[in-house]
């Protein structure tokens, strides 16, 4: 509905008024009552916002819900002038994951190797082929792929299609926000566990590895494009865009698995967060829109969640803390007869025959 039909809407019940029984009446204002709640709904789903406020429902302080995109190019690390501001504000900060708690498992995982199918017990011999017959056209190189997870030679195949450059940060997006959050010191949670994560990727039949596999040897996917356009929709805000992006990837269980599912988990932690603290939420873009995205989850469990709007002047940078070590961990090693500082725990390792600890940085991309 335009705006000028919903006005002739309005102007034509008011006109008609007059003739109106006071029960006709009262149909006639409960349906303009509808069709206004109507506009609204579908109005707020076509915004294009990355920031949502979350309010109502017993809250005594509003939360907020923030898109994020987990990739490093500079371009997408202009915050509309709220993004800090509201994070700052809240009590407490939630992220897909908590990186502190994460990158020691990571680091493990990179150490002993996860115990996951890989790409040659799902691909034939001639399907191994194709795939690194395309690859070499596409000038892209990734070491030791026949021994390689699926969702691995995937991700990295769209990196390393987007060749890193002096426009890239240290870290991505999410891992940016999640040192501010660090320096506020602010609590700070991880809406899922890093297990769950793992489980959920693992999860995906065979087939569908298969078809994220083949999709690289389709000549007419060129991830260099994917990307530039996936930015291009986030610079925009438009949630809606981003959203059907990424559900054109080729696996049949991708959305329903990556997504949806994953967004029925995000919906109900959120909810128990917010009844007893104010939080600023962040998550991936894709989990915001669509039928059973969060912006819908949340609003039928009875919230008001609206977009905010603000310019970007650069406001943000005056927000940002500075860096300080205040909040590291001090490390002793009595054995060794030393203590240092880390930002957090390290994790211990055993790696070529050595025992050693090491703490993984993920909000500044530095190991320590």
């Known amino acids: 509905m335009s705006r000028g039909t919903f006005a002739s809407l309005k102007n034509s019940l008011a006109l008609h008024n007059y003739i109106l029984s006071p029960d006709m009446k009262r149909l006639h204002i409960h349906l303009l009552i509808v069709l206004i709640f109507s506009f609204t709904a579908a109005l707020a789903q076509n915004n294009n916002s990355l920031l949502w406020e979350i309010n109502g429902n017993g809250l005594k302080k509003p939360s907020y819900l923030f898109g994020s995109i987990h990739i490093t190019d500079k371009k997408v690390f202009n915050f509309p002038d709220s993004v800090i ?5 809240c009590e407490t900060t939630a992220f897909e994951l908590n990186l502190d708690s994460v990158s020691g498992m990571m680091l493990q995982d990179a150490v002993k190797k996860a115990k996951q199918r890989k790409v040659n017990e799902i691909l034939s011999t001639n399907e191994m082929e194709k795939l690194k017959k395309a690859l070499k056209k596409k000038n892209i190189s990734i070491d030791n792929i026949d021994n390689e997870v699926p969702l691995n030679v995937y991700t990295r195949y769209k990196e390393t299609a987007r060749k890193k450059n002096n426009k890239d940060m240290n870290t991505f997006l999410d ?6 959050a660090h320096l506020y ?3 700070i949670i991880g809406i899922e566990t890093y297990a769950e994560q793992l489980n959920v990727f693992n999860s995906m039949k065979d087939d569908d590895q298969k078809k994220l596999l083949m999709a690289m040897v389709d000549s007419t996917y060129n991830p260099k494009v ?4 996936l930015v291009s929709l986030y610079i925009q805000q438009n949630i809606k865009g981003i959203y059907t992006m990424i559900n054109r990837v080729t696996a049949d269980d991708f959305e329903n698995i990556v997504l949806i599912k994953r967004n029925y988990v995000m919906d109900r932690r959120i909810d128990s967060l917010i009844q007893r603290r104010s939080a600023f939420v962040c998550v991936g873009t894709g989990h915001l829109s669509g039928a059973e995205g969060l ?6 469990r009875g919230y008001t969640v609206r977009p905010l709007y603000s310019p970007r002047t650069g406001y943000y940078k005056t927000l940002l803390p500075s860096e300080n070590t205040d909040n590291w961990k001090t490390i002793v090693e009595e054995n060794g007869g030393y203590q240092i500082k880390m930002p957090g725990e390290p994790t211990p390792l055993n790696a070529y025959g050595l025992e050693m600890k090491g703490y993984m940085d993920l909000g500044t991309g530095h190991f320590y």
């Open 295 to 300: 912006i819908t989850l949340l609003s039928k």
């Open 175 to 180: 891992g940016y926000l999640f040192r501010i």
């Open 185 to 187: 010191g602010k609590d």
């Open 85 to 89: 501001a509201k994070l700052k504000q």
């Open 226 to 229: 994917y990307m530039d356009s």
